[in-house]
C-alpha cells in the first residue's frame, strides 16, 4: 500500500494565521482600494476606470457610449470586482456636486444631491471629460510605470500623469483597514498658482502657499469658518471646521419673512435636510415655522422655509444651524499613499510630491521624444545622403536578388546604417524628387531644434521646471472657474434664544410640598376647577399660578437646596393629575420638602433673597447668584450653607427693590421677639451660612418675617390660642440680640409660638392640625393685642390637634402664598 507524504503541511496557531492573513489583507485595502495616491489622487479603480476609458478612444471629443460598456472593459481587463463598485465609482467621478472638476461625462440620470440612485448603467451613456484627458496625457511616452493586469494579459499604470494637482482639487474620501482619508475639494486655480509659487520657492512656508490656497472650495458652495482649523490641517493633516449653508432672510408682505437656502454643506443629502426642518416643524421643536419647501429647480439650489408672522427670523435660522445639517463640523483627515506607505499629509507635503511626480513625468516625456527625434533625425540623414547617390543606389537595389540583400548590399558599399537601409528600400518611387529632398533637409533642420531643445530640457532642471510651470499655466487658463466657498476667519457661536424653541403661552402652574411639580393648559384647570389639583390630602399647595412658558421657576427646600426650571421643562399633565415628583430628576432627602417658589419674568432684573434658618443664621443673596449652571436638570443646587444637620430653612423671601423701611422680625419657639432693619443683614453668596440673626441660647426659631413698622402680625401657639399683634408692640434693636417676650410666661403649661404670619387688610387664616381638621379665622374679629398678652383659644387641642401649618388667604385673589 503506497503512502503520500504531506511534507507542505504546517502547524500553526490560530492567532498567528490570522495575524499574517489579516495583515496581508490590510496592506491590500490601504494601497490598492480605498486611499488615493498622493501623485495622482485617484484610487485603484478611478484609475483604471479613467485608463480603460481612455484606451478605447472615449474621450470628450467623442461620442457618448454605454456606461455599462466601459464599466465591462474595466472589469474584463483591470478590475476583477462586481460591476456594481465599478459603476458607482464611475458615477462619483461625474457628479457635479461632488467633484470640485469632474472627470466623467454623463448622459441620463447619474444621480443627484437629494440621494437618488443612478440609473442602471445599461441606460446611463458616459465619456472622459476635457480636463480629464489632461490626467491621461502622454500615457503613451513611457511617463509612467506600467504593470501587468490581474491575469497578466494587458498592462495598466500604477500612477496617471495627472496635468493637475488632482488630490487637492477633487478630493477624496475612503475608510481602510485602520486608516480613513477625507480630503476636501479645492480651487483649481488657487492650486495652480500654490503649484508654480512652490516651484519658484521650494522653501515656501505654509503661510507662503496660503496666500494662494485659501482653503477648501466645495461644489456645493457654502460658508467655512475657522481659518484656524484650516491651518492645521494644512500643517499636519488633520483640523476641524464649520461649513454652513448660504442663507438670508427675506421680506415678505404683511410683515412675514421667510429663510432661503441657496447653498448647503458638502455631501448633505438635501432631501433629508429639508424633511428634518419640516419634522421640527411639525414636532413643535421651534417655533415660528409656517412652511418648508424646496425649490430647487434647473436654476439652482433654493431651500425656502417661510415663517410666521412676527417670528424671530435670525434665531431661528441660527436654531436651524444648531440642530440640522445646514450647519456641520468639517474634520480634515488628509490622508494619501505616499511612497506606497499611507501617510497624513499637508498642504505643502501634497504640492510637493505633485512636483516630483511632474519633474519624473515631464522628464520621461521629454527623453521619449529626445529618442524619437533621434531615430527620426537618423533615417533622415540617411535619406538625404541616399538621394545625394541616387543613381548609385538604384543600381545597387536594382542588382540585388532581394530586399534583405538589397539592404545589406547598401549597408556593405555605401556604410547606411540597417535602419537607414529599410528606410531606403522602403522609400516610394514618388519621393524621388527634389522637392522631397529640400522637405527632408528642412525636416532634418527642424529636428535638430528639437532636439536641442530636448538637451536642454533635459540637462537644465529650470528649463524642465519652465516646461511644468507653461503647462500649468494653460491648464489653468482653460479650465480655471471662480472659488464657490467663502472662507470666514472665526467660527460664529450661536446662542439660541428660548423664544424660539417655545411657543409663549399662559399656562397653569403648581408645586407642592412633598415635591409635586406640573403645568397644565388654563383650559384643563378651568375644566377640573382649582379644588381637583390631583394632589394627595396630606400634601399642600406651595405655589399655583398662571404663568408663561418662558419664565423661570425656582422651588426652595427647606435643607437648603433650590431646583431650577423653565416653566416649558415642567412636565405637561392635566390640572387633575398628580404631576411630576421632584426626585425623578434631582433627587430629594427623605426629610426634605419644598417650603417655598418663585417665579421670574427675566433673570437679569436684579433682587435679593432673604434666608433664614430655624437656628438662627440669616443672610441676603442677589437673584442672579441663583443662577442655573448646565446641569440643573439632574441636580440641585445650594442656595444657603446649612451648619448642623438638625438646621433646616424657614425663611425664604424675594424683594425686587431695596426698601429701606424693611425690616426683620425674628419670633422664637420660647416666645422672644427681636426687631432690626434689613439692612444689617449682609449679602453673600451661595455657598455662605450667614450671620446670627438672634441670640437664641437653648431657644430655636419659629418664623423670621420681613415686615413694616406699621403692620399686624398674627401668632398661634401650640396650645391653640391665636393672637393679633402690632409689629411696633416689638421694640426696634439691633441684630443677634435675646429681644424682648411676646407671650406672657405661665408657670405651667407655658404657651409658645407655633405659627405666625403677616396680616393683610382681607386676610383670611386655614389653620391645619395635625390631625387634618381644617380652622377657619378671620384675624379682625379679633382685637389687636399687647407683646404680654397670649391671645385667645381658637381650637381645642385635645380633640382638633396640634397646629402645624397656616394658609394665609387674600380675599378676590385665586392664587396663595405658603407661610
Known sequence: MATTEH?????LSLEAVMGERFGRYSKYIIQERALPDIRDGLKPVQRRILFAMGQDGNTFDKAFRKSAKSVGNVMGNFHPHGDSSIYEAMVRLSQDWKLREPLIQMHGNNGSMDGDPPAAMRYTEARLSEIAGDMLKDIDKKTVEMVLNFDDTEYEPTVLPARFPNLLVNGATGISAGYATEIPTHNLGETIEATIYLLDHPNATLDDLMKFVKGPDFPTGGILQGIDGIKQAYKTGRGKTILRSRTEIEELRGGKQQIVVTEIPYEVNKAILVKRIDELRLLKKVEGIAEVRDETDREGLRIVIELKKNANATGILNYLFKNTDLQISYNFNMVAINKKRPEHVGL????????????????????????????????????????????????????????????????????????????????????????????????????????????????DPQELDKVIKKELKAVDKKYSTPRLTEIQAEIESLTIETEVMVAAEDVKALVSRDGYVKRSSLRSFKASGPSENGLKDEDRVIFSATVNTLDHLFM?????????????????????????????????????????????????????????????????????DLKPGRSYKSRASKFMKLKTASDEIILISYQKNDDSALQVLCASYGGY????????????????????????????LTSVTLVHETDDLALITQRGSFKRMKVAEVPQTTRARRGVQILRELKKNPHRVQLTTLLQPNSKLYITTNKDQVITVDPFEHPSNDRYSNGSFVLDVETQGTPVWVQNKVEDNSDSTEI
Open 7 to 11: 511534507n507542505n503541511i504546517q502547524e
Open 348 to 459: 505643502k507635503a501634497i504640492l510637493s510630491a505633485y512636483i516630483d511626480h511632474q519633474r519624473d513625468v515631464t522628464t520621461k516625456r521629454t527623453q521619449f521624444d529626445l529618442n524619437k527625434a533621434q531615430e527620426r533625425e537618423h533615417i533622415v540623414a540617411g535619406l538625404i545622403k541616399a538621394l545625394s547617390i541616387l543613381d548609385n543606389v538604384i543600381k545597387t537595389i536594382r542588382s540585388s536578388q532581394n530586399k534583405r540583400d538589397a539592404k545589406q548590399n547598401l549597408i556593405t558599399k555605401y556604410d547606411f546604417s540597417e535602419k537607414q537601409a529599410e528606410a531606403i528600400v522602403s522609400l516610394q518611387l514618388y519621393r524621388l524628387t527634389n522637392t522631397d529632398v529640400t522637405a527632408l533637409e528642412k525636416e532634418a533642420q527642424e529636428l535638430e531644434k528639437q532636439i536641442a531643445k530636448y538637451q536642454k530640457i533635459l540637462a
Open 556 to 624: 426652595f427646600t427647606n435643607k437648603g437646596n433650590v431646583i431650577y426650571r423653565p416653566i416649558h421643562d415642567v412636565t405637561e399633565a392635566r390640572w387633575k393629575d398628580t404631576g411630576e415628583h421632584l426626585s425623578q430628576t434631582v433627587g430629594l432627602a427623605n426629610d426634605e420638602y419644598v417650603i417655598s417658589a418663585y417665579c421670574f419674568k427675566d433673570l437679569k432684573q436684579g433682587g435679593k433673597f432673604v434666608f433664614a434658618t430655624k437656628e438662627g443664621f440669616i443672610k441676603q443673596t442677589e437673584l442672579a
Open 673 to 700: 421677639g427681636l426687631r432690626y432693619t434689613l439692612d444689617e443683614v449682609p449679602t453673600s453668596g451661595t455657598k455662605a451660612a450667614g450671620v446670627k440673626a438672634m441670640d437664641l441660647r437653648e431657644d430655636r
